[in-house]
């Protein structure tokens, strides 16, 4: 039996409500801490181009056909699969779906507590007078000897599963209204100041120029992965969050609004960080510790840096926590819809089993890196793994579902309110949701891991 009762459901308040609660989703350490590492290690401005490119032709109408499903079903993503096409396999996608939550929770979370970590060290004065050199080397050793990034990742996560314990309405609208606008503002001051740097010019030519011989079959997955990443897409956290908006949003709007927010927020975190890293000589390949590197030294050179460092790694703590609560809420939204758990029980499960996964990656570059799968640590196999096959993968079923075995008639009802709205752009979303976007992440997908090459 299903716990599942319509009218029990909560929903989002108010349009602003909507975007604010997917924007929070969707902005996050993805853009300000993945984004920046994943674009130097893969070529740059060049990278940049390929990243705007899979946004417009496949991330957007993802994340539509994400919105379209949830609002259509007003159920979690195994339960939105089953009600759509009972007694076929589609559920499965929803269920890879809750599976791909628990890996990106416990990676996320992880870094989620670094964030903590800096708050904590501000606070404590150890980013005051230190070297490019000496921040590289204390990053590496909280990593690498301490217990801390367990610490800080247990904070975390009571944090996620506490605010997702208090409702989908109350918790997730409004703290994200309030802070996702000063974040903004904070990394447009920190962009200021890493232009202003000596040597800024160089940076910025890393990551607006592209060099189209770093356009590698690799550097286009890594791209795609990454866009589903920040997007929130192809796990069932928009089919979530599309199951609790009400049915007078204009779903294609607030696909394009949210996509065109996180865009310009990673935008933003790559102008703050690359004329810095240029600035400070540091490696733009310098991998998944750039931007705990990069921003103490840039809080370095302003007046008042440790007042801003503080503020920048609480809002970035706070911009995590909007996304870990939307993955959280996938899980539990399964849990206690199909299971017939209550939402209670389904986080305290959640949250005790994310402990075991979470606590291992958080150790797993200290010490527990000796412990490899497929020659990757625990970390690094949630984070490739869920970003470069889980998300694309779903992606690609969940537009493939819509556009050959869904009505046109259901999807375009849905995009229309019912016939309110005009969806001019229907017959294109239709064939890119048909042919295009399936295509090409299935190219990408065989070409980045080379089954075959172009
Ligand atoms: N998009 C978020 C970020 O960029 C992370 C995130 C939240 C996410 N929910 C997700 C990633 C679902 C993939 C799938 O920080």
Redesign the pocket.
């Known amino acids: 039996m299903s716990g599942f009762d319509f009218n029990k459901r909560d929903s989002f308040g108010s349009r602003l409500g909507v975007i604010a609660a997917a924007a929070g ?7 300000i801490w ?1 984004f920046p590492y994943v674009l130097g290690e893969n070529g740059g401005g060049a990278f940049l181009l390929v990243y705007l490119l899979i946004v417009f032709a496949i991330g957007i109408p993802v994340m539509m056909s994400e919105l379209v499903i949830g609002r259509r079903t007003n159920r979690n993503p195994v339960g939105a699969f089953k009600l759509l096409a009972p007694r076929k396999p589609w559920y499965l996608v929803g269920l890879m779906g809750v599976v ?2 628990f890996m ?1 929770l416990a990676f ?1 979370t992880a870094v989620s507590g670094w964030t903590l970590e800096y708050m904590y060290q501000t606070v404590t004065g150890g980013l005051v007078d230190k070297s490019s050199d000496e921040l590289a080397g204390m990053f590496h050793s909280f990593r690498a000897e301490s217990l801390r990034p367990a610490l800080w990742f247990v904070i975390f996560m009571l944090a996620t599963s506490a605010i997702v314990l208090g409702g989908v309405r109350r918790g997730i609208e409004t703290s994200t209204k309030i802070m996702m606008p000063l974040l903004f503002v904070i990394l447009i001051i920190m962009c200021v100041r890493s232009l202003t740097l000596p040597g800024a010019s160089e940076g910025l030519d890393f990551l607006f120029k592209p060099d189209f011989s770093k356009i590698t079959g690799k550097a286009i997955l890594m791209a795609l992965g990454q866009v ?8 069932g ?1 928009i089919i979530t969050y599309g199951s609790y908006i009400q049915k007078d949003n204009n779903l294609a709007n607030t696909a394009v609004q949210v996509s065109l927010i ?1 865009t310009m927020v990673a935008v933003l975190a790559g102008v703050a960080i690359f004329p810095a890293v240029f600035a400070f000589g540091i490696s733009p390949s310098s991998g998944e510790s750039l931007t705990f590197i990069v921003l103490p030294g840039v809080f370095q050179q302003m007046a008042g840096g440790m007042f801003f460092s503080f503020m920048f790694f609480l809002l970035l703590a706070l ?2 926590l909007t ?2 609560i ?2 959280l809420e996938v899980i539990v939204a399964y849990f206690s819809e199909q299971l017939g758990w209550s939402r209670k029980v389904s986080i305290m499960v959640a949250t005790l089993s994310m402990f075991i996964l979470g606590i291992s990656a958080s150790l797993s570059l200290g010490v527990m890196q000796n412990v490899k799968i497929f020659d990757l640590n625990i970390f690094d196999l949630l984070n490739n793994t ?1 970003a470069n096959i889980l ?1 694309p993968l779903g992606g690609l079923l969940i537009v493939a579902f819509l556009g050959w075995f869904f009505p046109s008639r259901d999807v375009r009802d849905e995009l229309t309110n019912g016939g309110l709205l005009k969806a001019r752009y229907y017959y294109l979303y239709r064939f890119v949701i048909k042919f295009i976007a399936p295509i090409a992440i299935a190219l990408v997908f065989l070409n980045g891991i080379g089954i075959i090459k172009f």
């Open positions: 989703s969707a902005v996050g350490l993805g853009n993945r791909s939550a990106i996320y589903f990443f920040s997007l929130s897409i192809g796990m956290t996180d911009a995590a996304s870990t939307s993955v869920t998300l």
